[in-house]
């Protein structure tokens, strides 16, 4: 039985953020992630305030055609309301450090640790509280669908 094309590059994808995730949890401090093009590094200092969401803040540590990372901090007892992302094929996130209670739509709420690794289906909707007496430090990764005429992988102006 053959596997469409589309099954496969997702495959390639969940395979990425696996390792991607597996990485940072694995091998990086809770202060520095990774360099990515020049993009900023740092601690919850370095990230930006997310709109509404008092104690939540996010910094984009890579941005390709066919991928995000972010790294989003949360404050003891902050809550990031209930949302989605919307242009997400897919979503995979770790938490580092902290203690979080994870809602997905229709489902109840999870606990997550230091080291779980959650998958997301793209687009679902979902919020979380850290309910430790630390900051939560998450990093997350989306795929994104293909721009029309570029191949997987291949970035605008590069060979």
Not at 45 to 74: Q, T, Y
Request: proline residues 8%.
């Amino acid at each position: 039985m053959a596997i469409p094309d589309g099954s496969i590059r997702r495959m390639r994808h969940a395979l990425l953020a696996t390792l991607l995730l597996c990485s940072a949890s694995a091998f990086l401090s809770p202060v520095a992630l990774a360099k990515g093009d020049g993009q900023a590094i740092g601690g919850p200092e370095k990230g930006r305030p997310v709109a509404g969401d008092p104690g939540i803040s996010s910094m984009v540590v890579m941005d390709r055609p066919d991928f995000r990372v972010l790294r989003d901090w949360a404050e003891p007892n902050a809550v990031r309301r209930m949302h989605n992302h919307a242009d997400a094929t897919y979503h995979v996130f770790t938490l580092l450090t902290g203690q979080l209670v994870l809602t997905i739509e229709g489902q109840a709420p999870v606990d997550v640790k230091p080291g779980d690794v959650v998958e997301l289906k793209g687009g679902v909707m979902h919020t979380f509280k850290n309910t430790g007496t630390v900051t939560a430090t998450i990093v997350e990764v989306f795929g994104k669908a293909p721009k029309p005429g570029l191949a997987s992988g291949e970035t605008p102006g590069r060979p």
